[in-house]
Structure formats: C-alpha cells, structure tokens
C-alpha cells in the first residue's frame, strides 16, 4: 500500500556512489504499508526478545525509554526503487538491546514482530555489531504512525521491508523462516547493491 511521496530527482554526481543500482533518489519520504495503520498505545506497548516460542527478555514503553540511546545518520533503500540520503534517527541498538537482556545471540536466524502482525527475517548478524536499531526517533522528534512508531526496526544497509515497522519484538529461530513479504516473493535476504528484490535476484 503506497499512500504519498514518489518523488525521485538524479543524483549529484558526488552521491551517485552512494545509490545502489536501480534506485532514484528522493528527499520526500514516501509511505508504505503492507495493510492500514495501527495505533499503539505506549501504555501497552512492549518489546519481546525470544528464544524460539521462549521469552527471554521484554520491556515496557517506560523501561525501553531508560535503556541507553543513540543517534544514527543513514542512507535507506526501498524495494519499490526510491532511496533517501542522511536519514537521522535514534533508538536502541540491537547490540544493547542483546546486553540488557544479558543474551547473546542464541541462533543465527531472527524474526522481527510488529503490533500489526507483520513479520520480516533477518540473519542475526545483521542486526549486531552496530548494524541495527530499534529506533524511536526519527529526525529529532517521535517517529509518527505511518513510518511505523512508536517504535519501528532499523537495518539500513537492507532493503527497507527488513525494517519493520511498529515492531514489538524479536524471535531467534534455528532455521531462516520468511516472513510476510519473504513468503509472497520477495527476496530471502535482500541487499539493495545486488538487487535482490525478488526470489531469484
């Protein structure tokens, strides 16, 4: 579901390094979901890390919001072919997220949950070593419903279906399980400088 901002120019010829091939790019910020827009009540709102069906760590709004915070400037990728430079946001790194809970990453595989039911997967080590957030903030102030807050997955350097949206937690599993795009032909992995955009890419 795409609802507003496809609007591409060509790049400048010092950032056409930086736009993996098929991209245009955008300053708009263009909008899509997979079905409407939830509204999250902070007062339910919660973040769930999983081992399997087994939970092993999860967060209230207020205990998400005491964890440690920091700023990330990226470039991000959409399947759909825009790209969009220097994008500023904040949250919690997968990283500290995995340090509070007291866990290292217990299998290789990830499956990222919304509030919407929307899943994604991602391999684990993209999410860490500084990879991956959970971002609440986008561009200083907090990230609205439509570009997924109140809190919303960040794996900048994947095509942006792998940052999902209104996310509510992360499950490990010991195989790559697809998730809702994955399962309906798009691409197991999805690296924007490869253009794995579909199965087969």
């Not at 010829?13 to 300053?27: C, D, F, I, K, V």
Request: glycine share 10%.
């Amino acid at each position: 579901m795409a609802t507003r901002g496809f609007f591409g120019k060509r790049p400048s010829e010092g950032e056409s390094g930086r736009l993996p091939p098929g991209q245009y790019l955008t300053e708009d910020f263009p909008v899509l979901s997979a079905g409407p827009t939830p509204r999250v009540d902070l007062d339910k709102w919660s973040f769930t890390l999983k081992d399997g069906v087994r939970p092993v760590a999860r967060w209230t709004w207020d205990e998400f919001a005491k964890l440690p915070h920091v700023k990330l400037t990226r470039d991000i990728h959409c399947v759909t072919k825009w790209s969009k430079f220097n994008t500023a946001w904040s949250g919690v790194m997968i990283d500290d997220i995995l340090a509070e809970a007291g866990i290292d990453p217990p299998t290789a595989f990830t499956l990222a949950h919304s509030f919407d039911g929307y899943t994604t997967n991602v391999p684990t080590a993209d999410l860490i070593g500084g990879k991956a957030m959970v971002a609440t903030a986008y561009e200083g102030k907090p990230i609205t419903p439509d570009h997924g807050g109140p809190a919303r997955l960040l794996v900048p350097h994947l095509y942006f279906w792998k940052s999902a949206k209104w996310v509510n937690g992360l499950q490990f599993t010991q195989r790559d399980e697809g998730g809702f795009w994955e399962l309906r032909g798009y691409h197991m992995y999805g690296d924007p400088w490869r253009e794995q955009r579909f199965t087969g890419d």
